[in-house]
């Protein structure tokens, strides 16, 4: 045996097995179905109360519903073997996908932050009472749809990445619910601006974390919880190694770490031993 060994490690834990993908795609689907139904509703309740909180809930949930059929599609492709030159699959197209949803919800934040910007001078009569009851509704169908996807595997970024999004509209849905209240009780118009503002915020926010994460595996950052120079002074510090170089590390899609290295052993070192308790330590110690 050559007394320099190199080593090539690549390992994901991904969630592709069949009975548990096509369990994740019913919760999905079962999540998907709510949020239409009651979007379609609240654009019509919406329109009937002039509340432009309401418009800015339905907004948002369209995105949280585009992102669900994205992550579907997503699915669909993931699981395809690769083929041609797919060396690694379609399991990027959720990445891709995830970052179209962050997209839409900063351009529809920038035009509801705009128009609600606009109506807290010149606010119109508002039905708070319909705004009221509406956003109650939209609070227990959001916590529905959130016990959905949270049955689904939550390591994919798109459906994490829609799981977080009905917990904003949860929020949302509250404040607009206070809103309609204050209206109802106070006559004050401008409670519903307010309450569009904070979820153009929420919208912001989710959408800025949706970009920023996706970015990272595009430009093959390494995962938010691997510090890779620590990563390869532990490796270098294990009984046998002289030496690790040429030491890189990515995600190939969300929830699907990939690590390779050249490692160096000891002269008569057995290359074969050392492999298996470096990867052994990613696996337990970086989940790699």
Known sequence: ?????????????????????????RWLTAALALIVAFMLGEVVVGLVAQSLALLSDAAHMLT???????????????????????????????ILSAQANGLTLLLLALWLGYEAITRLFEPPEVAGSLVLVTALVGVVVNLAAAWCISRANRSSLNVEGAFQHILN?????????????????????????????????????????LVRESGRIFLEASPAH???????????????????????????????????????????????????????????????
């Open 1 to 25: 045996m050559s007394p320099t060994s190199g080593h090539g490690h690549g390992h994901g834990h991904g969630h592709d097995h069949g009975v548990s993908a096509d369990a994740d795609r």
């Open 64 to 94: 949280d519903a585009a992102s669900i059929v994205l992550a579907l599609v997503a699915m669909r492709l993931a699981a395809r073997p690769p083929q041609g030159g797919f060396t690694y699959g379609l399991k990027r197209a959720e």
């Open 169 to 209: 509209d949860l929020f949302a849905f509250i404040a607009t619910a206070i809103a309609g209240g204050v209206i109802l009780l106070t006559g004050f118009r401008q409670a519903d601006a307010i309450a569009s503002l904070i979820v153009v915020v929420l919208m912001l926010k989710a959408g800025v974390g």
């Open 226 to 288: 691997v510090d890779p120079d620590a990563l390869g002074a532990e490796l270098a510090a294990s009984p046998r190694v002289v030496q690790v170089h040429d030491l890189h590390v990515w995600q190939i899609t969300s929830g699907q770490p990939a690590l390779s290295a050249h490692v160096l052993v000891v002269p008569d070192g057995d290359c074969h031993a050392t492999r298996q308790e470096l990867e052994e330590l990613l696996e337990h110690t970086y989940e790699i």
